[in-house]
């Protein structure tokens, strides 16, 4: 189903940029096994690699595909004509043909903006008779001539795209940048759909995707935790989220599997999260400040953008340290059974910082009942 104004298509591209990160290299298993997790949570459409790099990459996309996947497969091509023969025979029905836009990647490969525009041309008429769908990358289009990436989009819909990727190839525009283009471009396209990938050079991946929605952009390309090159792409989970909860945009994403596919993505990446990586990091659902816990205690709501096993993470949980307050040192105390006043909080309290500030770990609530015990109240 191609996309549409109602609804964000998500496009993971884990399998083929995400495995362009330094050092990172998946089994054919664990593509295959990351490729029906992926599916499994919703994703509408899988890059699942690049047929030219050689005949172990080109089994691999055929076993994929040989699942049967329930969505779409789509092999990646530099604008090469024995690049779509050897996707052909991989056999995805889907293929995604990249061109060089601005004048620094025209010039690294050689090539003129006339000759790009004839290549477009010829490569997109004959990937339409080889494919059901043709999606063509203007590639590092946020550093292109304006007037250039406007004459591209225009051929490549007359040519026969489906779709036309909008690539900030080395993460540098900022999201009112991104949202001017793709409006740009939405007026001199009427048929062809417009997809936005994002790299996170400057930190602004996940906003510039979500201004790319905003603008009218129908698709949006993700990795899970953001995997990929540099400082990686715009993460399928950050992206979501931020669709559903930030700008009630509706995606397919099945959110409660987040936590459980970025957790396998950074095993088999060998690249761990850091604990506040947005929504999927350990720490995100924790809290230590005593004003924040006391909100939470009232309302989960208070200090937290959406509940946690919206996500398939656990309930929020409080962490004792430094900035504890005694409402949650009684609201932990009382969750094992141990209830204790007001002023045996506050006197526990200067242990429990004691404890923070010597580095030491955390307490848990098993931790503070125990302190409890073996620290006896001064006789008034």
Not at 209 to 234: I, M, P, Y
Request: hydrophobic share 45%; with cysteine.
């Amino acid at each position: 189903m191609p996309p549409d104004n109602r609804r964000i298509w998500l496009i993971d591209t884990t399998l083929r940029d995400g495995e362009q990160a330094p050092g990172v290299a998946f089994t054919a298993d664990e593509k295959l096994a990351l490729a029906e997790r992926l599916s499994a949570v919703g994703v509408d459409e899988l890059e699942v690699g690049t047929p030219a790099m050689g005949p172990a990459e080109r089994r691999t996309i055929r076993r994929i595909h040989a699942r049967g996947l329930p969505c779409r497969l789509t092999c990646w091509c530099r604008a090469l004509s024995r690049d779509l023969k050897l996707a052909e025979a991989c056999g995805t029905g889907s293929v995604h043909i990249s061109f060089p836009v601005s004048g620094i990647h025209m010039k690294a490969l050689a090539t003129t903006p006339a000759e790009v525009l004839e290549r477009l041309a010829r490569l997109v008429d004959a990937a339409g008779k080889a494919f059901d769908h043709v999606s063509v990358g203007a590639q590092d289009a946020t550093r292109a001539a304006p007037d250039f990436l406007r004459e591209f989009a225009v051929r490549a819909e007359a040519a026969g795209a489906a779709r036309l990727r909008i690539a900030d190839t080395v993460g540098v525009a900022a999201p009112t940048a991104v949202y001017r283009m793709i409006r740009i471009l939405s007026a001199v396209t009427d048929r062809m759909a417009l997809e936005f990938h994002a790299h996170n050079d400057l930190g602004m991946a996940t906003a510039n995707a979500v201004s790319a929605a905003e603008a009218g952009a129908s698709a949006l390309s993700v990795t899970v935790n953001g995997l990929g090159e540099r400082a990686g792409n715009a993460a399928l989970e950050a992206v979501a989220a931020a669709l559903i909860f930030a700008t009630g945009q509706f995606c397919n994403i099945s959110t409660s599997g987040l936590a459980t596919l970025s957790a396998y993505v950074a095993r088999i990446s060998g690249r761990p999260l850091p604990p506040d990586q947005p929504v999927v990091g350990r720490a995100v659902f924790q809290h230590e400040s005593g004003i924040h816990c006391d909100g939470l205690i009232k309302d989960p709501r208070t200090y937290q953008p959406f509940p946690a096993d919206t996500v398939g993470r656990e309930a929020a949980a409080f962490v004792l340290g430094k900035h504890s307050g005694s409402r949650a040192v009684r609201h932990l105390l009382a969750s094992v059974g141990c209830p204790v006043d007001r002023a045996e909080a506050q006197r526990l309290l200067r242990h429990i910082r004691r404890h923070a500030e010597g580095k030491g770990l955390p307490m848990s609530a098993e931790d503070l009942a125990a302190l409890h015990r073996r620290t006896p109240r001064p006789v008034a």
